[in-house]
């Protein structure tokens, strides 16, 4: 049994997804606008906050899921199942550009990356039966971390860590807390969480560096990261990842928020009633936020204790403002926008992220330099949306429009034909 779809939670969740699809693909990552950017390590900027949001909205999502909280060995085989899909999905984008085969390159190479990846979206997307995608998704998982522990040298350094990997670790432990224990326990389980994960932050010695700190590649979640994965890390910073190991601990926190709303959404009480409780606990947890990150600053990388809080209650607010607009006020008509991508994230998530490695694979014949080719993404920044703007700011924004406006578009098929993919 499943209630019915929250809209201003899929709302939100189509305004996330949104964002990070313009954040994710820039037209050049040399001219970005500030917002558009991460913090560079302390603080939070409107793109720190698609992360944290998407977590929390899937938590929020949960008691819609699974209303009568039933657990058996079913629903926990579904649990694992999915959280292992999720995973699966997360880290095959960490191999698209890693494949190789019998030396080929340029276009049959490509060719080959693109029918591993049908059938990899196949069976991490496909809608089988429960015995069959659990043989499917155990085999895929099982299959990359071969891959990643073998002696293939392209797949040596393979990244493991990564943004869906994140999201299923933590859809999971969510879900079972949701089915296994109350709200009173879940809101000692979410503080504990953080709690640890502050001690163990500010008084743990890091093993080769000396004492405790929360500086890049020298704290203690960086050191767990390169002790335990070396050399399956971030390309960018290659000993430590921003979702690496410890840190996923308070994201656990940020998805049990999530579900704590999620229930405080399906309590029998009046509308009113919830807005004025979604508001004290949005505000409440905001200022928590900013008064921790005086001794644990609000970091992403870090996904620092006071970071959970702080997202987490602007999350609240914003869904708090969604709910009284499309809920109560039953202002509507501006949401098919949102919905339609609200309602398919998972498959935008794959798929926007492996379509710009596919363009940037194809290379055409620079028309500047013959001499040289350029690929399609270079090209088209370059040559047909750059000569439009006099800012290259507004250049690099355009591309991300534009690619927002492709994927509109495939949304709104799929959404015309019913079409919703879930893992």
Avoid at 125 to 136: A, P, R, S
């Amino acid at each position: 049994m499943k209630k019915e779809r929250l809209i201003s939670l899929d709302v939100f969740r189509g305004f996330t997804i949104m964002l990070m699809t313009i954040v994710n693909n820039p037209g050049s990552w040399a001219h970005i606008y500030p917002p558009l950017e991460h913090a560079e390590w302390n603080g939070c900027t409107p793109t720190d906050l698609v992360f944290p949001f998407f977590i929390f909205i899937m938590g929020t999502a949960i008691p819609f899921a699974m209303p009568d909280k039933h657990f058996d060995s079913a629903i926990f085989n579904k649990i694992v199942v999915r959280s292992i899909r999720i995973f699966c999905l997360g880290l095959f984008l960490n191999y698209f550009g890693k494949i190789h085969f019998l030396g080929l390159e340029g276009i049959p190479l490509l060719t080959i990356r693109i029918i591993i990846t049908t059938i990899v979206g196949i069976a991490l997307l496909g809608n089988f039966n429960q015995k069959i995608k659990t043989y499917l998704a155990f085999g895929v998982l099982g299959t990359l971390l071969f891959l990643a522990y073998s002696s293939i040298e392209s797949f040596q350094e393979v990244r493991i860590p990564g943004v869906l990997q994140r999201i299923g670790i933590v859809y999971f432990f969510t879900s079972l807390l949701f089915l296994k224990t109350s709200p009173k326990i879940q809101i000692g389980i979410a503080v504990l969480l953080l709690l640890i994960y502050w001690f163990l932050m500010t008084c743990i010695p890091v093993p080769g560096f000396g004492a405790a700190n929360f500086e890049k590649g020298t704290n203690l979640a960086a050191w767990l990261d390169n002790s335990i994965l070396n050399g399956h890390l971030w390309s960018a910073t290659k000993t430590w990842d921003p979702e690496g190991i410890l840190s996923t601990i308070p994201a656990i926190a940020t998805g049990i928020i999530g579900m704590l709303i999620g229930q405080l959404l399906n309590i029998e009480t009046t509308k009113i009633e919830i807005i004025k409780k979604l508001t004290l606990l949005g505000i409440s947890l905001i200022a928590l936020g900013l008064i921790w990150s005086l001794v644990f600053p609000i970091n992403k990388s870090l996904w620092s204790s006071s970071y959970v809080l702080y997202t987490a209650g602007l999350a609240i607010s914003i869904l708090m403002i969604l709910y009284y607009l499309i809920e109560i006020a039953n202002y509507k008509k501006w949401t098919k926008l949102f919905l339609i991508w609200g309602v398919n994230p998972m498959i935008v998530f794959f798929l926007s992220g492996i379509l710009p490695r596919v363009w940037g694979m194809i290379e055409i014949q620079n028309p500047e330099i013959t001499s040289e080719k350029i690929n399609i993404n270079e090209y088209f920044y370059t040559y047909i949306i750059t000569p439009q703007f006099l800012n290259p700011l507004n250049a690099s924004l355009a591309y991300a429009l534009l690619y927002v406006l492709f994927w509109t578009i495939i949304l709104y098929i799929f959404y015309k034909q019913k079409l919703i993919f879930k893992v």
